[in-house]
């Protein structure tokens, strides 16, 4: 059995290129060239230099760069705090954690929580009711069990797996918005807002850089999210890679520009282990208790924010391509998808057309 997780790999700088773990980024400016730049600092100016930090939470190594802000490490200081406050709240796996706490008193009480906190279970809910139960918040049993990207990830028994799933159903959440508690009906269910969580993170922290008047910033978490705050430092939009699911990291199937927007990647290879000759991957189906099994790759959701980016990622990815192409088309202008198949085509919503520009040999564009 072979087990795999990339969630803790490094940035690295190359040639003026940021290589992050699902999308490439590029910061240069002025002069030639795909990425508006032939090299050197972002922005072409030695004020461009970013000054970023490292965080963790949430099990995902987030990465923040802010360029040319005066006030640059006291946003990153307050940031910190911030993060450190939400994982204290959100995390299913600390102790002390107020999800902790709904989770441990499942079937017995309900818990008062913060408002950040009811906040991501209400939205998590409404996404399970929007996507009639792909998305589920209460898939934590199953996650628990395949514990897949640790070590000893195995496919569990059908008694176990049966169980788990019997746990799973979303409408057995109670809200009570007058006294903010949450309660879960039945004794064993578990919350998982990992399927969310990070990308409420991200867009906490893009809304206070935003609102403390940063023009020009990143916020990675882990890679698979990406936020990218304004243009680049002289007014150019980003130009972010999509990653090539069957290569190493910074290698890109293609590449897009993006200003004060969020692209999100959910995809098989990130996590996930092999078992007699079978693999399987993070990306759990609560219908079934199992991986999801379609012909996608990966889906990379484009939105305005890393919240319902986070989300419609992952049950998306489980609709499949068809379904899927046809449900993002029914949400609006704000939203759009690329599809990757394991045939190696790159399916694109409508208003993608003539902005992504395809730089494999190996993938084909079907328009």
């Given at each position: 059995?072979?087990?795999?997780?990339?969630?803790?790999?490094?940035?690295?700088v190359v040639?003026?290129?940021i290589?992050?773990l699902t999308?490439v980024?590029?910061?240069?400016?002025?002069?030639s060239g795909?990425?508006?730049g032939?090299?050197?600092k972002a922005?072409?100016?030695?004020?461009?230099?970013p000054v970023?930090r490292?965080?963790?939470?949430f099990d995902t190594?987030?990465?923040i760069?802010?360029?040319?802000d005066?006030k640059?490490?006291?946003?990153?200081?307050?940031?910190?705090t911030?993060?450190?406050?939400?994982?204290?709240e959100l995390?299913r796996?600390?102790e002390?954690?107020?999800l902790y706490d709904?989770?441990?008193e499942a079937?017995?009480?309900?818990?008062q929580v913060?408002e950040?906190?009811?906040?991501?279970?209400?939205?998590?809910l409404d996404?399970a009711v929007?996507?009639k139960?792909?998305?589920?918040p209460?898939?934590g049993g199953l996650?628990?069990?395949?514990?897949?990207?640790h070590?000893?990830?195995?496919?569990?028994?059908?008694?176990?797996l049966?169980k788990e799933?019997?746990?799973v159903g979303?409408?057995?959440?109670?809200?009570d918005e007058?006294?903010?508690?949450?309660?879960l009906?039945?004794?064993?269910m578990?919350?998982?807002?990992?399927?969310?969580g990070k990308g409420?993170?991200?867009?906490?922290v893009?809304?206070?850089?935003r609102g403390?008047?940063?023009?020009s910033?990143?916020?990675?978490l882990?890679?698979?999210?990406?936020?990218?705050?304004?243009s680049?430092?002289n007014?150019?939009?980003?130009?972010?890679?999509l990653?090539d699911?069957?290569q190493?990291?910074g290698i890109s199937?293609?590449v897009?520009?993006l200003?004060?927007q969020?692209?999100d990647t959910s995809?098989?290879?990130e996590?996930?282990?092999?078992?007699?000759?079978?693999?399987y991957?993070?990306?759990?189906?609560p219908?079934s208790g199992?991986?999801s099994?379609n012909?996608?790759?990966?889906?990379?959701?484009l939105?305005d924010n890393?919240?319902?980016?986070?989300?419609?990622?992952?049950?998306?990815?489980?609709?499949?391509?068809?379904?899927?192409?046809?449900?993002?088309?029914s949400l609006?202008d704000?939203?759009?998808?690329?599809?990757?198949?394991k045939?190696?085509?790159?399916?694109?919503?409508?208003?993608l057309?003539g902005?992504f520009?395809?730089?494999s040999?190996?993938?084909?564009?079907?328009?």
């Amino acid at each position: 059995m072979m087990t795999k997780t990339n969630g803790l790999q490094k940035l690295a700088v190359v040639c003026g290129f940021i290589f992050l773990l699902t999308v490439v980024l590029s910061g240069c400016g002025g002069g030639s060239g795909k990425d508006g730049g032939s090299g050197g600092k972002a922005g072409g100016q030695s004020a461009s230099e970013p000054v970023s930090r490292q965080y963790y939470i949430f099990d995902t190594v987030v990465n923040i760069k802010l360029f040319e802000d005066p006030k640059a490490e006291e946003h990153l200081n307050h940031i910190d705090t911030m993060l450190k406050t939400l994982d204290e709240e959100l995390s299913r796996t600390l102790e002390t954690s107020q999800l902790y706490d709904v989770n441990k008193e499942a079937g017995k009480k309900a818990v008062q929580v913060s408002e950040d906190t009811f906040d991501v279970v209400k939205r998590s809910l409404d996404y399970a009711v929007e996507s009639k139960g792909l998305f589920d918040p209460t898939v934590g049993g199953l996650v628990d069990l395949w514990n897949i990207g640790h070590e000893g990830a195995h496919v569990p028994d059908k008694a176990h797996l049966e169980k788990e799933k019997s746990l799973v159903g979303y409408k057995d959440v109670v809200l009570d918005e007058s006294k903010r508690t949450v309660y879960l009906k039945r004794p064993g269910m578990i919350l998982d807002l990992g399927g969310i969580g990070k990308g409420y993170a991200a867009d906490r922290v893009a809304d206070y850089l935003r609102g403390e008047g940063v023009k020009s910033g990143l916020v990675d978490l882990g890679g698979s999210s990406i936020i990218v705050i304004g243009s680049k430092p002289n007014g150019e939009k980003w130009n972010v890679g999509l990653q090539d699911p069957d290569q190493t990291r910074g290698i890109s199937v293609g590449v897009i520009q993006l200003a004060d927007q969020v692209i999100d990647t959910s995809g098989i290879y990130e996590r996930y282990f092999v078992e007699n000759g079978v693999m399987y991957h993070h990306i759990l189906d609560p219908r079934s208790g199992y991986p999801s099994q379609n012909d996608l790759k990966s889906v990379t959701i484009l939105a305005d924010n890393a919240t319902d980016a986070d989300a419609l990622s992952t049950y998306v990815y489980i609709m499949g391509k068809d379904e899927g192409l046809k449900y993002i088309e029914s949400l609006g202008d704000n939203i759009e998808a690329m599809f990757i198949t394991k045939d190696d085509k790159i399916y694109i919503t409508p208003g993608l057309k003539g902005k992504f520009q395809v730089d494999s040999d190996e993938y084909q564009l079907m328009e």
